[in-house]
């Protein structure tokens, strides 16, 4: 499904991704794990192509891009369709229900109708538990429901896979457990995901593969019992005791 090989990112002379390798199975939940400025944002945002890598190839599902020549805007864009992004905060638009944000991905970006359009937006939003709250401007939703909007757009535009960056840090702890519920009842259902997270319960209950980074490179992955409770870099076991 996902496939990387060889990614940096620069950021003028500051080297944030410093060679990565990652392969994700179809239906497989990785979680990024580390310190701060340890790149993984950055690694997700090149996922997304907000952020263009300076090397390296991606391939999600069938399309390849090779970031060390030349990439049009054309195949950015396409690129980016493939993937659904949740950030760490809502960005929702002011100005529109919780329908309409939904909706705005499909019908401006990929030009479909309406009508379909607001009966699928209908159905994400059931599914994330806000069946009742569609008519509903963002000022007058909790954080966790404004997350919880923030994850049906991302999924009304049907993407191969989703990326979370840190989607709970925002939140009061009280309502971080909605968002995560949301989270692993995708991860059920078999939906390719990429987590930046320090919620570290979810890692372990949700994830397939836990990679722990540092300084712009992988220095640990494994399953979430290889990781948490059986890690070999003294790095790893520095930054979970920290996090203890």
């Known amino acids: 499904?996902?496939?990387?090989?060889?990614?940096?990112?620069?950021?003028?002379?500051?080297?944030?991704?410093?060679?990565?390798?990652?392969e994700v199975k179809k239906g497989e939940v990785i979680v990024l794990i580390g310190p701060s400025g340890s790149g993984k944002t950055t690694f997700l945002r090149c996922l997304n192509a907000l952020e263009t890598p300076n090397e390296g190839t991606v391939s999600i599902g069938e399309m390849t891009v090779d970031f060390s020549g030349k990439v049009s805007t054309a195949e950015?864009?396409?690129?980016?369709?493939?993937?659904?992004?949740?950030?760490?905060?809502?960005?929702?638009?002011?100005?529109?229900?919780a329908l309409e944000n939904v909706m705005e991905g499909p019908v401006v970006v990929q030009g479909k109708k309406k009508a379909d359009v607001r009966k699928n937006a209908i159905r994400l939003l059931e599914k994330v538990g806000l069946g009742d709250k569609i008519d509903y401007y963002p000022f007058q939703l909790s954080g966790g429901q404004q997350q919880r909007v923030g994850i049906a757009r991302a999924l009304a535009i049907e993407p191969q896979v989703m990326l979370f960056d840190e989607p709970t840090s925002a939140l009061d702890p009280e309502l971080v457990g909605e968002v995560?519920?949301?989270?692993?009842?995708?991860?059920?259902?078999?939906?390719?995901?990429?987590?930046?997270?320090?919620?570290?319960?979810?890692?372990?209950?949700?994830?397939?593969?836990?990679?722990?980074?540092?300084?712009?490179?992988?220095?640990?992955?494994g399953t979430p019992q290889e990781v948490f409770e059986n890690s070999k870099h003294g790095r790893t076991r520095q930054f979970l005791n920290l996090i203890r």
Not at 210 to 217: K, L, P, Q, R
Request: aromatic residues 10%; positive net charge.
């Open 180 to 221: 995560l519920k949301v989270m692993k009842d995708l991860a059920e259902e078999g939906m390719t995901m990429v987590v930046v997270t320090h919620e570290m319960r979810f890692a372990k209950e949700a994830a397939d593969k836990v990679i722990f980074m540092d300084g712009g490179y992988i220095l640990e992955e």
């Open 1 to 22: 499904m996902i496939s990387i090989k060889g990614l940096k990112k620069r950021f003028d002379d500051l080297e944030v991704l410093k060679g990565m390798d990652v």
């Open 76 to 97: 950015l864009l396409k690129f980016r369709r493939r993937t659904g992004m949740v950030f760490q905060t809502y960005n929702l638009f002011p100005h529109m229900t």
